[in-house]
């Protein structure tokens, strides 16, 4: 018997269940492995042995894989758990270990962000240390697109297609009333802009907004804002502004009203970058003003995917699959751009080491000179991500998804 | 000469311009009028001549009735104008009429809600009062579904859409972590809570989210959401509530954080009652929450419409011209239903006086006795109303609207 074990971690992406369905549509091809497990809740479910067994999901439910591809967040679930290193805890990796051998496992693919990637790092190394022959083998998503080696990050083309088509809706909105208006538009993205920098999308041929976009790459300064604000109220009645909720002044300080306190991997939770601004242009400017939190709808409203962005999804999973029958290990799957005009990438793979626990920001020359816009470049790189929208069906007016009813276990 | 002129006036929805349409396209088989004109900004257009020839934008832009009926906000702007009464203010009424005259308009359509209704009512009157043949009549647009005499309000069932389908998405989201969590969804009704009541349609055979619902028809006891709240932890990990912006106490004061100002019709502006929820279980429970506002998309996402909805709205669309061609006049149209198995409903009218001005607020008895859901009448008149899904051409990634360019002029 020659099984593996899929699970995924950190926040939710409307892409990362269609590197899951890669992983199962390669093996339905190669039948490398005989039964494919998913760990319930990220790596934690190995600890508790509250697995799923995958090959009976296919079996079992007409069009499983079809429809976990569109599928959005964690159809195993996540966690926040950060694995200790073995010279602190050796119990948690010989309970890892243990259950790969008693569940004759192979390999063992994590689809994650950054901190899957320390945990695909931190296993690869000890089964190497012990000589074990399982392989670890990281799958990246982010809507961040913060992961370096790779030229980007499924769940990042979604989140960014959700985003410029959101901007352009709110720009419709905007543009009904004759009077001067500020309109906030504030979107996530710790520290890297790419996130917010992907709402330049939404401008086409009759609707230039977002008007101003703002990156936390680039230090804030309040009376610059102010001031192309005004700028643009002169020659038009409606401003959109892109903001990223990461946004810092010169001295690092967060642009924001509230942020309270951090999560387990020490990042401090953000929030009101937008409303700081709103009060801003409210008492310097005073013309109407709203902000809008395009909230966490962007992680997971996969009615509005990018099918560019789930195809790759899909293909990572597929080469992950593949990279574990050539017995590869401590490696994370990445995506090469090969061309932008026709766009084309293929998969890659790079050590873990490269790639763990370092985080890519947008680059300087890729933000205008005045650090309210982006450059063609950006444009360039951005556009192919959001071509294509994946065959969602619909039951009753509502898009029709799998059900999570595995992970209400209380 | 006989031609014909429309406005759009109050709060964007999805659903507004497919009332344009329904004239349009309606005329287009009766040739009745020989132009159709657009009023920029609502009435206002009126008063500076700020107008369109939508007949020519037939000619000019192929495809224009098609793309119009799905092009989210108003394609002729809006305005937030209060039509003083004729007493006030004969000059406006003057103004008015005067324009009717020079551009030989036979019939003036105003798409909007309870705001522009009440307009509707003074011209129609004034007409009468002074012997014009000119025809008034009113179509009825508003997210908020809080109309009388019709059974339902074009672009409530694509705004009912968005919020379930946001609900099913975000449910999703909260599904992932094994930890307690509470996840509040503020939703936009003021005084009426027929949107937020809509998020129940997001429950389906895997996902009872949302697992509490309050509507600002029922008296908020922060005790007993506490205790709502409480109980279902003891058996679910997730708990998503669903909870309109106008939520009340038995005092009627506003369950808010904030709430500044009022706008030009004396309503209060209201924001924060899903932050203020937010605080309440930290405070009071202690275990993780999140707030999320549905923004403004709830009224703009064109891009997940409603096909019933833009249907009826067309339909509407198309009555108001046909009681036009019929000389009746004061009136505004509505829709009947005839029957929820299968669903079908006709469009009629009724006087202007009997619809102006008067709130449709939820019947006490489609909300659960506990307060805090809805019933079963109410999900029966709720579902047929979001079904079906119109076609959206996507262009490099993106929704294809039309240009709204003509409003942008300062």
């Given amino acids: 018997m020659k099984n593996c074990i899929i699970a995924q971690s950190g926040g939710p992406t409307t892409a990362i269940n269609a590197s899951l369905a890669g992983v199962l549509v390669e093996n339905e ?10 760990s319930i809740n990220g790596v934690t479910g ?16 007409p069009g499983f894989i079809d429809k976990l591809k569109v599928t959005p967040a964690m159809y195993l679930g996540s ?11 050796t119990d948690t990796y010989n309970k890892i270990f243990s259950f790969f051998e008693k569940y004759e496992i192979d390999s063992f693919f994590y689809i994650g962000g950054n901190d899957s990637m320390d945990t695909v790092l931190k296993l690869s190394d000890y089964a190497k240390s012990i000589g074990s022959s399982v392989k670890i083998i990281g799958i990246p998503k982010t809507i961040d697109n913060d992961l370096c080696g790779t030229d980007h990050t499924p ?11 959101s901007l352009l809706e709110i720009a419709h909105d905007t543009y009904i009333y004759p009077v001067k208006s500020v309109t906030i538009v504030e979107i996530m993205g710790r520290d890297a802009g790419w996130l917010t920098a992907a709402s330049a999308l939404a401008r086409n041929e009759y609707s230039n907004a977002p008007h101003l976009i703002y990156l936390p790459e680039r230090a804030f300064d309040i009376d610059s804002f102010v001031s192309d604000v005004k700028k643009l109220l002169e020659t038009q009645n409606s401003v959109v502004v892109a903001v990223s909720e990461g946004i810092r ?10 942020g309270a306190g951090t999560d387990n991997f020490g990042h401090q939770q953000l929030s009101g970058a937008g409303k700081a601004l709103e009060g801003i242009v409210a008492d310097r400017i005073g013309v109407k003003v709203r902000s809008v939190e395009i909230n966490i709808l962007q992680r997971c409203a996969a009615h509005l995917s990018s099918l560019t962005d789930l195809d790759e999804s899909m293909m990572q999973g597929q080469k992950a699959l593949s990279l574990a029958v050539e017995g590869t290990s401590g490696v994370m799957v990445m995506l090469k751009r090969l061309s932008n005009n026709p766009y084309s990438v293929s998969t890659d793979y790079m050590d873990i080491h490269d790639a763990a626990n370092l985080v890519k920001n947008v680059p300087t020359e890729w933000i205008s000179p005045e650090g309210n816009d982006v450059t063609e470049e950006m444009m360039t790189y951005l556009r192919p991500l959001i071509v294509g929208e994946p065959t969602v069906t619909y039951k009753n007016g509502l898009p029709e998804y799998l059900s999570v ?3 209400f276990a209380t």
């Fill in 405 to 407: 009813e595995h992970l």
């Fill in 155 to 165: 769940g990042f083309g979604s989140a960014a297609k959700y985003v410029a088509a």
């Fill in 46 to 61: 190995i600890f508790t042995e509250n697995i799923l067994n995958l090959s009976e999901k296919i079996q079992n439910i």
């Fill in 249 to 258: 002044d010169k001295d690092g300080n967060y642009i924001c009203n509230t």
């Fill in 79 to 89: 966690c926040r758990y950060k694995l200790p290193s073995p010279e602190d805890d």
């Fill in 29 to 38: 091809e190669s039948h490398y492995f005989d039964t494919i497990y998913g």
